[in-house]
């Protein structure tokens, strides 16, 4: 499957900004999604993750209750809504897909696609 992100761009501290992947296949519904973060200088980390049916859906605590993660599996697209923003998401934001497996994982090393990232910055 290939991923594309789209959505980021600059916003001041308590903005919002919503993220887009949009996803090739026929089989997008049998996959669970996650998006990611990398800052400058720091390793890639967990934001969201969301089930094949969007039934369930898992935060990092540092977005909990200012980001969402949605999908709309007929139009093969994975969503990241991003409110209240801070200085410290400044980061590039990439999705990724996880097959064989109706678990949610924080761990990036249990994806097996992912797309091209997409740059957020947050200014303070």
């Known amino acids: 499957v290939q991923l594309q992100a789209s959505g980021g761009g600059l916003v001041p501290a308590g903005g919002s900004l919503a993220l887009s992947c949009a996803a090739s296949?026929?089989?997008?519904?049998?996959?669970?999604l996650g998006w990611f973060r990398q800052a400058p200088g720091k390793e890639r980390e967990f934001v969201a993750t969301i089930s094949r049916s969007g039934s369930s859906t898992y935060y990092a605590d540092s977005v909990k209750g200012r980001f969402t993660i949605s999908r709309d599996n007929a139009k093969n697209t994975v969503y990241l809504q991003m409110n209240s923003l801070k200085p410290v998401d400044t980061a590039v934001y990439f999705c990724?897909?996880?097959?064989?497996?109706?678990?949610?994982?924080?761990?990036?090393?249990?994806?097996?696609?992912w797309g091209q990232g997409t740059e957020v910055t947050v200014s303070s």
């Open positions: 296949g026929r089989t997008f519904s049998n996959y669970n």
């Open positions: 990724a897909a996880r097959i064989g497996s109706v678990v949610l994982s924080t761990r990036k090393g249990s994806y097996d696609f």
